[in-house]
């Protein structure tokens, strides 16, 4: 069963209340998204692997470590997994980026395919999916799977924030992802939004409402 870690760090924390409160407008909302999204990938690379290496210093020869050089791939689902791109990148600056299109029908619920464009060699690579948002789960479910259909081995879910009734999909679903988010909220509303929530993420980032 894949795991869920609640990134429950102080700044994460600080910033995900604000990017909650209504009165946060969409510059600070953005500037708030990704900042978050940094302190994530801090967290979510935890487990990255490291090989020795030797150093020269001014004084004297180092044994040091670097980065394994594991290919790292972000997938973000459109659109509001594209808000938190770039704070991770500021980390990891040479992971590849593809893009993944779902939109949830506001009728059925479902989530359906509309984009997708990925690195050639995703199954070489750990991929992070990106969302800020799980709710019924169906969105992020679909989307690894369209992943996995495509050739990729390993995969984590990074979200601001999800319901259990999404975290109880993805785990049925695909339970060889681990899942990263900063917060777990109680539930949903009848629209299938998450309550309490931040509203609708892509809306607040875009200020398309
Ligand atoms: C939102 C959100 C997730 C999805 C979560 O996207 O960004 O992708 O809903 O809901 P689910 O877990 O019930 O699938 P939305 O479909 O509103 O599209 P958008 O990002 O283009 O606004
Ligand atoms: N999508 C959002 O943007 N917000 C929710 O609460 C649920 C789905």
Do not use: W
Not at 91 to 118: C, F, N, Q, W
Not at 188 to 197: D, R, V
């Amino acid at each position: 069963m894949g795991r869920v870690h609640v990134l429950n760090h102080p700044l994460i924390q600080h910033k995900l209340t604000y990017i909650r409160d209504k009165n946060t407008g969409t510059k600070e909302f953005r500037e708030l998204v990704d900042e978050v999204a940094a302190l994530m990938a801090y967290e979510i690379t935890r487990d990255m692997p490291l090989r020795e290496v030797e150093v020269e210093t001014p004084l004297a020869k180092a044994k040091c470590q670097v980065l394994a050089g594991k290919k790292l791939g972000l997938v973000p689902i459109l659109r509001a997994g594209l808000g938190m791109v770039d704070g991770i990148l500021k980390l990891i600056p040479a992971a590849k980026v593809g893009h993944l299109g779902m939109y949830r029908d506001p009728e059925t619920l479902e989530a359906v395919k509309y984009y997708s464009k990925m690195p050639p060699d995703i199954g070489e690579r750990e991929l992070i999916v990106i969302d800020p948002m799980l709710a019924t789960g169906g969105s992020a479910a679909a989307g690894i799977s369209v992943l996995k259909e495509m050739g990729a081995k390993q995969i984590k879910l990074m979200c601001l924030i999800a319901a259990q009734a999404g975290i109880d999909r993805v785990q049925k679903e695909h339970d060889d992802v681990d899942i990263y988010v900063a917060a777990v909220d109680p539930v949903l509303n009848e629209k299938s939004y998450i309550i309490p929530g931040l509203g609708d993420a892509g809306d607040r980032l875009f200020g398309t409402k």
